[in-house]
C-alpha cells in the first residue's frame, strides 16, 4: 500500500506524540528512568518504522527532567545509552527547577564540592549549555522556573 509521504509522516507524528511531554522524576534511579522514556511502541515494531519514526519522537517529544535536589545518576546512563547523533536530535531538554539558582542550574545536594556557588553540573560531560525559558503546553506548581539544555556532545 502506498501512502503519500506527507500522510505517512502525519500517521508517524500522531501515533508517537502520545504523550507530547515526557516528565522524568526520580532522576537517581536508572530503571525508574528508562521505563518513563520509553521509545514508541511503534518504534519497536520493525526496522523501517523504527528508522522513520524514532528521528520525529526526539524531534517532537519534550523531555522534562524535575530538578528533585538528588542524584541524577539515572539520567546520566539513559543520556549515554543514546548516544550522541539520538542526543542532538532532541527538539527540546529541559530542566523544571523549584527556584532560580545563582547561575547555571546545578545537579546535587549540599555534601557536594560547590554546590553553593552552581558548580555541580553533572551534564557537563555532554556539554551542556543551559538557557531559562518556558514551557507553555506544560505547567506544575512545584517547578516554577524552567532551562532549556543543549548538549554539545
Known amino acids: 500500500m502506498y501512502l503519500p509521504p506527507e500522510l505517512w509522516t502525519r500517521i508517524c507524528t500522531l501515533a508517537i506524540l502520545d504523550p507530547a511531554n515526557i516528565t522524568i522524576k526520580h532522576a537517581a534511579y536508572p530503571n525508574l528512568v528508562c521505563s518513563q522514556t520509553l521509545q514508541p511502541p511503534l518504534t519497536r515494531t520493525c526496522r523501517v518504522l523504527r528508522g522513520e519514526c524514532l528521528p520525529l519522537f526526539y ?19 539513559w543520556l549515554r545509552s543514546l548516544g550522541k547523533e539520538k542526543r542532538g536530535r532532541f527538539r527540546r531538554l529541559c530542566l523544571a527547577c523549584r527556584r532560580e539558582d545563582p547561575g547555571a542550574p546545578y545537579f546535587g545536594d549540599d555534601g557536594e564540592f560547590g554546590w553553593d556557588f552552581a558548580e555541580v553540573n553533572v551534564l557537563g560531560e555532554f556539554g551542556a549549555e543551559f538557557e531559562k525559558s518556558q514551557l507553555d503546553e506544560w505547567r506544575d506548581p512545584d517547578f516554577k522556573v524552567v532551562y532549556d539544555i543543549k548538549l554539545t556532545r
Request: net charge negative; no cysteine; aromatic share 10%.
Open 59 to 77: 524531534k517532537l517529544v519534550n523531555f522534562i527532567i524535575l530538578d528533585e535536589y538528588a542524584d541524577v545518576e539515572g539520567v546520566l546512563k
